[in-house]
């Protein structure tokens, strides 16, 4: 891997090309029936990825985030993971102090047959505690009604609504 990181003023630029070849891989399906597990999998990823960070005021900034990817393997399970094209568009704007909104949009299309688009939205409180940092976050997600890698894997919903908890000290 090759990379550049550039910071300047309300900016971050991250760019880097990748060659990673992984080996000895176990890509068959599991069959409890006819279990013959064998380490013959292999694959190359090779490809681009960047991420843009802008802070349009001292409340609010935005996110971009884009990767390109070749996958070759000797499996074809092993390539339905990897999609071509992904990429994601952030937005967050702390309104309080403490306080955060964020919009996010994620998507990877090229991803074999089928497209993969998600909205999430997150409303977050953050408490600073004696030695410690609390973060409790409201997040809904939407997701495009689209099979996810097979045309079996579909989710029974396409919303979602999670409280959630992170301690950090």
Request: hydrophobic share 40%; glycine share 4%.
């Amino acid at each position: 891997s090759v990379g550049y990181y550039s910071h300047e003023g309300d900016w971050d630029v991250d760019v880097s090309w990748f060659h990673e070849e992984l080996t000895d891989l176990n890509s068959q399906p599991i069959n409890l029936f006819s279990f013959a597990p064998s380490n013959d999998g292999r694959i190359r990823n090779y490809g681009w990825e960047t991420q843009v960070m802008w802070r349009a005021t001292e409340r609010q900034f935005w996110r971009a985030t884009f990767a390109h990817i070749n996958s070759r393997s000797n499996t074809s399970v092993e390539e339905r993971f990897v999609a071509d094209n992904s990429g994601s568009l952030l937005w967050g704007y702390n309104f309080m102090p403490g306080w955060l909104f964020s919009a996010a949009w994620y998507s990877a299309h090229d991803w074999h047959d089928y497209p993969f688009d998600r909205y999430d939205t997150t409303l977050a409180r953050t408490f600073t505690l004696p030695h410690a940092r609390l973060k409790l976050a409201a997040t809904l997600r939407v997701m495009s009604n689209e099979p996810v890698v097979y045309s079996t894997s579909q989710y029974m919903n396409d919303r979602a609504f999670w409280l959630s908890a992170q301690l950090n000290f």
